[in-house]
DNA sequence: TGATCGCAAACTGCATGCACTTTTATCATG
DNA sequence: CATGATAAAAGTGCATGCAGTTTGCGATCA
């Protein structure tokens, strides 16, 4: 039968795939600053590939609007200049919004009964304060409600849309109180979900991303 | 296709590009039906190019998901199963809403007064009763919206969902009355956003793609 | 000194080739 | 006659090569 390369067959599929995720990892994580050049044959002799493979990744990131491309030119990783910025945190916050909305109406019982026990047990996670943790109960806590709103396109869009925002927000837990006020928000959330009240859940959510949008965006001016 | 030689270099860019163009026009004009087969030779032959750019353009236009992209299999034209194609056209109109909520209030004099004059022309084209042109103009109208929040990842992500269900309204303007209904409807969004009633004009944004995603549920059964 | 031109190195765009995988056609077997 | 094995054909994944474009740098000249 197929005996599995060297690239074993985790749920990676191509090369091409792997790469994408990696690259798309390193500039999400910070590792590669917007503007920083990709030459095809850096990446290709990092990676231990050929120039192809590369340049289907970076098309696909291209696609995908994390690097930019020009004819004849390098890509280059994207700045998400300011006005963008705020776009896509205003996006976020209705994309969460309605997620949040619709979830209140469509959660069947199971789903909203993990919400609840999740979101009380973080309440450990606060108290305990570590920011890495809550970052990484935060992450699913949103996921959980975008998978709610029981819309594959909606989950698709809103999850884009994170992660295109990831770096931005990489570092909100940090300041001081945040971790307590993301926690009781989210409780405004659940709340409004388990009572069904659509509008108040709507709501709740998108206050709640434009919160940590005026939070982060201090740190983002202060990066870039 | 016999022109493929000298590229015109000021118009489309890349080979890619044009590619990636032209098949994502056959599939969304019908030419290229779900489910169907896109081999790279195939393609490579019809554009006159080598393998290369064909592969690159597909990896694009599956990062558009317009088309399904397996490990050592052909790509596919998508299908949009019935699930998600409710599931698209409720976020559509989630995001038309939001789009013409905020192009209530966001929109300066001049796009107003261009939202206004060209749905007032629109008019001719509603007696003159010519499906192809009204789409045309009907596409117009609801890029206007989406520039109107002034909001570029609003934007993107509005062009997006609307470029994947193309397929799917194509033919909605052929049903008896819709062009005339269709009319109407813009014509609530429009006095909504130039009495700049946010909400008024969320709500009928919103409502117009419900109404279409009626429309068009039928004919995407018929057809798929 | 500084600006400009020209050339070579670096890099991208695309073609071609080969290895491996999937599909299809053929044929043997119950 | 259906079924399963199997080999050829078709097709994808990636490497390599070459031509054209961009870029960096040094020589030339005002």
Redesign the interface.
Known sequence: MTQAKRKTVTRT??T?EQMVRAIADMIVTGIMVPGERLDELSLAARFEVSR?PV??AL??L????LVGRE?NRSAIVKTVEE??LH??F??MA?LEG?CARLSATRMDADERHALEQEHRASMQLVTAGVPEDYAAYNTEFHNRLYRGAH????LE?ATQ?RARLAPFRHAQFRLSGRLSKSYEEHGRIVTAILRADATAAGKAAYDHVSIVSDASTVFAVARV
């Open positions: 599929g191509t091409v192809t340049r289907e098309r696909e291209g696609a995908m609007g004819p006005a963008h776009a896509m205003e996006a209705e309605i819309n594959d396109h909606l869009l849309t």
